[in-house]
């Protein structure tokens, strides 16, 4: 049996540059960490002439086939069919957090699959090589309008500054902040759960056919991300931070109508109204999780005015997808 987790992830600033559409043509970056929320996927093998069926999932249903082709969940059956296997294997998958929330589990799941199909079959993966072909199975095989930076994360993870450069390469800078320092930020942040789940593919892809519209503000949202970096690296106030993420939420929303709806303006102003300094919806837009960036002695007075079922602690700089158990 082999056992591999990924993680999750939030994203501070440069979420839509990410995508190949504008990053072929002016380059992307993003400033985010994984958190210490996973993907699980267990994979192990059975002797299938024993049985009436090649393959067994398990996730949110059970599927039990004879060929690979016949799987109606779209990623395992990608997967499967890339690495070209075909039988004798038992695939479950289990995760902290649901999915459409907007913390990359999509992705996160992708990644560990790959590396549990990898280690399946006795092979070992770099980080860069899970990370391109979770990318390769989510955008060319699946044809689904995702960006590149969930997938970099979850091979990866930590906390890192990721360039997308116009000829489809990335780079991961990891972001030198001391452990004090990363204590004290991490003490800033406060996530909601918005109650609504969405599919970030059909948000973004909205948002991509106004890409040569919204050009200029790509590049404003580009730029904030090395700001962003100079404050956190620099010792600024870190307030300087939570001022920045509203800029950044007030960009977003331009991008298009379906980034943000009524009940999620009203969740933000609430947080605000608070006492938090800024905030944004992670993930492509449309629901999921807010996060707040609240000084430390405020949360109890922004904790107060949602409901605790929807609050979210985690904590920063998880590792990147492993292998956790191997026999």
Not at 10 to 34: C, I, N, Q, W
Request: with cysteine.
């Amino acid at each position: 049996m082999i056992i591999t987790r990924a993680p999750l992830r939030m994203s501070f600033f440069g979420g839509g540059t990410d995508y190949p559409e504008h990053f072929r043509k002016s380059g992307g970056a993003v400033l985010a960490t994984t958190i210490d929320k996973y993907s699980y996927v267990t994979a192990s093998r059975f002797h299938s002439p024993l049985f009436d069926y090649r393959v067994r999932l398990s996730y949110r249903e059970n599927e039990l086939v004879q060929n690979v082709s016949q799987i109606r969940h779209n990623v395992f059956r990608a997967c499967l069919t890339y690495l070209g296997l075909s039988g004798d294997i038992e695939l479950h998958t289990v995760a902290d957090l649901p999915s459409f929330t907007g913390l990359g589990s999509s992705s996160s799941f992708t990644v560990a699959l790959l590396q549990a199909l990898h280690a399946f079959r006795g092979e070992f993966r770099t980080p860069a090589e899970l990370a391109r072909e979770a990318i390769h199975v989510e955008r060319e095989i699946l044809r689904e309008a995702v960006g590149c930076q969930d997938q970099v994360l979850a091979a990866f993870g930590g906390f890192n500054l990721v360039e997308f450069s116009r000829d489809e390469q990335f780079v991961v800078r990891r972001v030198p902040v001391p452990g004090p320092r990363l204590a004290e930020f991490e003490r800033h942040l406060f996530i909601v759960f918005t109650g609504i789940k969405r599919s970030a593919p059909e948000v973004a892809s909205q948002q991509l056919r106004r890409i040569p519209e919204n050009v200029s503000t790509l590049a404003a949202m580009h730029a904030m991300v090395e700001h962003a970096w100079d404050i956190l690296t620099g010792g600024s106030n870190l307030e300087q931070f939570g001022i920045l993420l509203h800029e950044a939420w007030i960009a977003k929303r331009s991008l298009d109508g379906g980034v943000s709806n009524p009940t999620i303006d009203g969740l933000y102003e609430r947080g605000r109204a608070a006492g938090a300094i800024g905030g944004k919806l992670l993930g492509a837009g449309g629901g999921g999780f807010i996060l707040f960036f609240v000084p430390p002695k405020l949360q109890g007075q922004v904790r107060a005015v949602f409901s605790p079922d929807h609050v979210l602690d985690v904590r920063l700089n998880s590792p990147g997808s492993q292998v956790i158990f191997s026999e």
